[in-house]
T-cell receptor, first 113, second 112 residues
Framework: RKEVEQDPGPFNVPEGATVAFNCTYS??????FFWYRQDCRKEPKLLMS???SGNEDGRFTAQLNRASQYISLLIRDSKLSDSATYLC??????????????FGTGTRLKVLA | SQTIHQWPATLVQPVGSPLSLECTVE??????LYWYRQAAGRGLQLLFY??????ISSEVPQNLSASRPQDRQFILSSKKLLLSDSGFYLC???????????FGQGTRLTVV
C-alpha cells in the first residue's frame, strides 16, 4: 500500500463547478497534513494546511478524518486558474525522531470554459 | 520573510559528468532542509534531508550525495551522472518537519 494515495484524475470540470479530491494515508502516527498545488513544470506551492476540525480558505475547504486516515479538499466555484495538480502531503517521523513529508502522486484538475 | 533560492533552473549534462546543485534559504535559522526528485509524471521522492550543519540522511541508495556546509546551504552532488538521474530536483525547507514546507523553484536536469 502506498503511504499516501490519491486518485490521479484528470478531473475535467466546467467553470463554476464544485469538485472534491480525496486522499488516504497509511501512517496513523502522522501529525501534519497539507494540500499543495503544482502547476505544470513548476514547484509545489502550499495551498493550505489541514486541521482536525476542518478549515476553509475562500473557495477551498479541507477536511481531515483521523479515524479513517482520510483527507479531502473541496473547491467551490471552480475558476480556469484552478487548473493544476493537487498534491496531498502527510508528514511522517523517521526513526531518528525527525520528520519528513510524504507526497501523494497528485490529482490533476482541468477547469473548462 | 523567508525565501529559498535554488539554481540553476535548467541543466543539460552528459552521462558521466559531475553535478552540483545549490540551495540557500534566507530569513530563518537552523531550518530542516530536503532534496526531492520528481521524475516525469511521477510523485516527489525524498532523496536527502538535513536537520543541521553536516547532518545528512539519505532516504534511498543512489548515485547522488548531499552536503550542508553552512546552516542555510544545501548542496546536491554527483560524481558521475547516469541517464536515470534526469528529473526535476526540488529543494525545500521547513522549521520543524511538522509545519509546512516551502520549495525552491527547482532544477530540471536532463542527462544526455
Amino acid at each position: 500500500r502506498k503511504e499516501v494515495e490519491q486518485d490521479p484524475g484528470p478531473f475535467n470540470v466546467p467553470e463554476g463547478a464544485t469538485v472534491a479530491f480525496n486522499c488516504t494515508y497509511s501512517n496513523s502516527a502522522s501529525q501534519s497534513f497539507f494540500w499543495y498545488r503544482q502547476d505544470c513544470r513548476k514547484e509545489p506551492k502550499l495551498l493550505m494546511s489541514v486541521y482536525s476540525s476542518g478549515n476553509e480558505d475562500g473557495r477551498f475547504t479541507a477536511q481531515l478524518n483521523r479515524a479513517s486516515q482520510y483527507i479531502s479538499l473541496l473547491i467551490r466555484d471552480s475558476k480556469l486558474s484552478d487548473s493544476a495538480t493537487y498534491l496531498c502531503v502527510v508528514n511522517a517521523q523517521f526513526r531518528s525522531g525527525t520528520y519528513k513529508y510524504i507526497f501523494g502522486t497528485g490529482t490533476r484538475l482541468k477547469v473548462l470554459a | 520573510s523567508q525565501t529559498i533560492h535554488q539554481w540553476p533552473a535548467t541543466l543539460v549534462q552528459p552521462v558521466g559528468s559531475p553535478l552540483s546543485l545549490e540551495c540557500t534559504v534566507e530569513g530563518t535559522s537552523n531550518p530542516n532542509l530536503y532534496w526531492y526528485r520528481q521524475a516525469a509524471g511521477r510523485g516527489l521522492q525524498l532523496l536527502f534531508y538535513s536537520v543541521g550543519i553536516g547532518q545528512i540522511s539519505s532516504e534511498v541508495p543512489q548515485n547522488l550525495s548531499a552536503s550542508r556546509p553552512q546552516d542555510r546551504q544545501f548542496i546536491l552532488s554527483s560524481k558521475k551522472l547516469l541517464l536515470s538521474d534526469s528529473g526535476f530536483y526540488l529543494c525545500a525547507w521547513s522549521e520543524s518537519g511538522v509545519t509546512e514546507a516551502f520549495f525552491g523553484q527547482g532544477t530540471r536536469l536532463t542527462v544526455v
